[in-house]
């Protein structure tokens, strides 16, 4: 579900980086080391990470495919 917000502070999205639509993509290790290091500098800057999971096909909500990649972080706030 979507939430809006007010003001124009500044997020980094991460979308779609889920097991079953990275499975047999070139160079993953190195884009999830990037992403992490993304992540860690948002995060020591109090910068808002948000996680997009896209559900449909083999991506079936909470199925294994689903998950987001667990070299990954996402934190529940």
């Known amino acids: 579900m979507a ?3 007010k003001g124009n502070q ?3 999205l ?3 980086f889920q097991i ?3 499975e047999g993509a070139r160079e993953v290790d190195r884009i999830i080391q990037n992403i992490n290091t993304a992540v860690d500098a948002a995060r020591i800057q109090d910068v808002p990470v948000v996680w997009v999971q ?3 096909g083999k991506l079936k909500e909470d199925s ?3 998950q ?3 070299e990954l972080s996402p934190q529940a706030d």
């Open 3 to 5: 939430t809006i917000r």
């Open 68 to 70: 987001i990649v667990p």
């Open 20 to 22: 079953g639509v990275v």
């Open 10 to 12: 500044a997020v980094l």
């Open 54 to 56: 896209h559900i449909g």
């Open 14 to 16: 991460i979308v779609d």
């Open 64 to 66: 294994p495919e689903w």
